[in-house]
C-alpha cells in the first residue's frame, strides 16, 4: 500500500509533457499577441500602483468616477511632462553628436600625436572604429538614443490602450468581491480575494519603496553630474531613475551614457572615469545597502530567479518586459504558494 501511495504521488512523464506542451504554447501565445499583453501588464501593474491613491480619496467620499478621473489624469500629465523632457534633450544631444565627435577626435589625435597623426586622420580612425563615415547623419549612439526615444513616444502613442484597461479595472474594483463571490461561490472567492490582497499588498509595498528608492538615485546622479558640469545631467538622472526598476543591470547601464557623455565633453578619459566612478559609488550605496535595510525581504524572490526572469521578460517584451519581471514573477510566486503552501517557487535565505 505505502508502494502503491508513492507511485500515485510520483509525477507521470505524460503530465510533465503535458505541462511543458502548455507552457510553450501560452509563451508563444504571449509573445505573439504582445500588442495586447504588454499594455494589460502595465495596467495592471498601475491598476496596483493606483490602489493607495484610490483608497485615500475613497476616505474623503469622492465618488468613483471623479476618483478614476483624478488618478488617470495625474498619471498622464506626468507621463506627458517627462516623456516631453526626454524628448527634448534626446533630440540636442543628437543635434550636438557632430561637436562631440570632433572633441573625441581633436583627442585621439593629441594622444596619436608622437606618431606623427593629425586630426583628420585621428577623425578617420575615430570613424573606422566606431563604423561611422561621412555620408552618415547619425551616428550609433545618437542612433540608439533616437530609436530609444521613438520607442517611448510609440508607446505613448498607444497608451489609449493602457488607459482602457486601467479604466475598466478600476470602474470594477469596488464592486470585484461580490462579482466573484457571485462568480465562483462564498469559499473560491475568499481564496481568490485572499491571493489577489497578498499580491496588491506586496507590488503596491515594492513599487512605493522602489520609487523613492529610484527618485535617490536619478536626484543624486543628477546633481553629481552637474556638480562635474557634464551636459544633459537632467536626462541621465531620468534615465537612472527608470532603469532603477530592472533590479542588478539596470544601475550598470544607466551609468553608461554619462560616462560616454563626460568623455566626449571632455575628451579626457580622467575625467570620465572620476565622473563614473562617483557614479558607481552612488548606485551601489543606494542598491547594495539603502534599498536592502529598507525593502528588507522585498517580494521573497531569489536573485537568481530575478535574473533568469529578467532574461526571460527581456526576451519576450523587451525593456518593458525588464521592467515588469520582477512584479510578475511575484505574483506568480503568490500565486503558487497559495496553490500548494509546501512548494512555494523561491524561498530566499532569512537573515540571521
Known amino acids: ?33 504582445s500588442f495586447i499583453f504588454i499594455p494589460l501588464s502595465i495596467a495592471v501593474l498601475v491598476f496596483f500602483a493606483v490602489g493607495i491613491p484610490m483608497e485615500f480619496l475613497k476616505r474623503f467620499g469622492v465618488p468613483p468616477w471623479l476618483r478614476i478621473l483624478l488618478v488617470v489624469s495625474f498619471m498622464l500629465d506626468g507621463l506627458y511632462w517627462i516623456g516631453g523632457l526626454l524628448q527634448a534633450n534626446i533630440m540636442e544631444f543628437i543635434g550636438q553628436i557632430p561637436i562631440f565627435k570632433q572633441k573625441l577626435s581633436e583627442y585621439v589625435a593629441l594622444e596619436l600625436q608622437p606618431f606623427g597623426v593629425t586630426v583628420d586622420q585621428g577623425k578617420n ?23 530609444a526615444g521613438g520607442s517611448f513616444f510609440r508607446f505613448v502613442g498607444n497608451l489609449v490602450w493602457v488607459v482602457l484597461f486601467l ?37 503596491e509595498q515594492y513599487l512605493g519603496l522602489k520609487t523613492l528608492i529610484s527618485l535617490l538615485a536619478g536626484v543624486l546622479t543628477t546633481v553629481a553630474l552637474v556638480l562635474f558640469g557634464v551636459q544633459f545631467a537632467l536626462l541621465w538622472g531620468v534615465l537612472a531613475f527608470l532603469l532603477n526598476f530592472i533590479p542588478n543591470i539596470g544601475a550598470l547601464i544607466a551609468t553608461v551614457p554619462p560616462i560616454v557623455m563626460a568623455l566626449f565633453q571632455s575628451g579626457s578619459p580622467g575625467f570620465a572615469l572620476m565622473a563614473g566612478s562617483v557614479l558607481v559609488v552612488i548606485h551601489l550605496v543606494v542598491g547594495n545597502y539603502l534599498e536592502p ?3 528588507g525581504r522585498g517580494l521573497n524572490i531569489s536573485p537568481l530567479v530575478v535574473l533568469f526572469a529578467l532574461i526571460f521578460w527581456g526576451w519576450m517584451w523587451g525593456g518593458v518586459g525588464m521592467l515588469l519581471a520582477v512584479p510578475i514573477t511575484a ?15 523561491v524561498k530566499m535565505t532569512r537573515a540571521e
Request: glycine letters at 8%.
Open 167 to 203: 479604466i475598466f479595472m478600476l470602474a470594477e474594483r469596488d464592486g470585484m468581491e461580490n462579482r466573484l463571490k457571485n462568480s465562483f461561490g462564498e469559499r473560491r472567492a475568499d481564496r481568490i480575494i485572499r491571493v489577489g490582497g497578498r499580491i496588491s499588498q506586496s507590488i
Open 1 to 33: 500500500m505505502e508502494q502503491e501511495t508513492a507511485g500515485e504521488k510520483c509525477v507521470r512523464p505524460q503530465e510533465i509533457a503535458a505541462w511543458l506542451v502548455i507552457v510553450v504554447l501560452v509563451t508563444l501565445i504571449v509573445k505573439t499577441l
Open 331 to 345: 505574483a506568480v510566486n503568490i500565486a503558487l504558494e497559495e496553490y500548494n503552501q509546501d512548494m512555494p517557487l
Open 125 to 147: 580612425i575615430l570613424d573606422a572604429f566606431v563604423g561611422g563615415s561621412e555620408g552618415k547623419k547619425m551616428e550609433p549612439l545618437g542612433s540608439f538614443l533616437h530609436a
Open 293 to 295: 535595510k529598507i525593502m
